[in-house]
């Protein structure tokens, strides 16, 4: 069974289409990620399928079950991760998770084993006790993954989990998600972290302006929507241009950024070959691989969106 199915899906308020007739499918025990620019529509489509929004138009399912008719059903098998930190302040980190579980109707003599277990996970035993205002933010994130976790939900919805995180940090919470992935938890999140969604989705939409532009694993969108490999030369000397663009035409397409040139190439060592018969710092000259950053940024533009 598909974990969430979307067909036509819109939502307006008032003459503001902000979701306007989308289609996808997450299957089970895989992670689904929503991909756009602000203003795009994936926190939205986020809302609709967390039953905290009902759509406007079309269908959406979750669990088999229409949203607009069983809504506390899909709520009690599904956790939910926000993008903004409300965990209570005045209560310690396993109150956080016991207090959570009463919602949800399960007793103090299941919830405390279940709570502990999870901060085993998330790594958080030896702050069982410490008040939520004395831990790193990278703490805050994993707690409310571990409160999200606590009703064991089939459903794991994450806005934006490692926002403001440290590197390292990030890596511990993309671990443990993928732990909860192998577990059978299925997860749906939007990110603004195009090396997160690489690393972690099965699948991905990437959204502008309402619509889905694309979809696919982010390995198929990278070999259908960029080159294999892409050559940067940062801050070329002014003049060295000219002969830069006498390169143009052994690209797919060349990009000219304040810092750099970009040049797109299914052949990226004869690119590199030229670039360097010109007096430039070898330093300077970069090959890379094309990445879904890539196919983001072709799709919906380098413009900043407020």
């Keep these: 069974m598909s974990a969430v199915v979307a067909r036509g899906l819109a939502k307006r308020y008032d003459d503001f289409e902000a979701v306007r007739g989308i289609d996808f499918t997450a299957e089970e025990r895989t992670c689904f990620g929503f991909l756009g620019p602000n203003g795009a529509g994936k926190t939205t489509t986020m809302r609709m399928i967390s039953c905290i929004s009902p759509p406007t138009a079309g269908t959406l399912e979750v669990l088999g079950m229409p949203v607009t008719e069983r809504p ?34 399960i007793r103090k003599a299941s919830a405390e084993p279940r709570a502990d277990e999870l901060l085993e996970f998330v790594q958080l035993a030896d702050k069982r006790e410490w008040k939520v205002p004395k831990l ?6 994993r707690l409310l993954i571990a409160r999200a976790l606590m009703n064991e939900p089939e ?37 603004h972290y195009m090396e997160e969604a690489a690393q972690l989705c099965d699948r991905v939409v990437i959204m502008h302006e309402g619509k889905i532009l694309v979809q696919g694993s982010p390995r198929e969108l990278v070999a259908a929507h960029t080159t294999r490999q892409v050559v ?7 003049e060295l241009q000219a002969a830069l663009t006498s390169f143009d035409g052994l690209a797919r397409h060349v990009e000219r950024l304040a810092d750099r040139w970009l040049f797109y190439t299914d052949d990226g060592d004869e690119m590199l070959g030229k670039v360097r018969t010109l007096p430039i710092d070898p330093g300077s000259i970069w090959l890379r691989g094309g990445t879904l950053e890539d196919v983001f940024l072709a799709l919906t533009g380098r413009r900043l969106v407020e």
Excluded: C
């Design 232 to 238: 940067e030369v940062f801050e070329p000397p002014e």
């Design 136 to 141: 790193s933010g990278g703490m805050k994130r």
């Design 72 to 105: 506390r059903q899909i709520k009690a098998r599904m956790g939910i991760v926000p993008q903004e930190n409300n965990l209570d302040e005045e209560v310690s980190v396993i109150e956080n998770l016991l207090i959570y579980a009463r919602y949800f109707g």
């Design 155 to 191: 459903i794991l919805i994450l806005d934006e989990p490692t926002t403001g995180l440290d590197p390292q940090a990030r890596h511990l919470v993309w671990e443990k998600l993928r732990t909860l992935k192998r577990g059978g938890v299925t997860l749906i999140i939007t990110t």
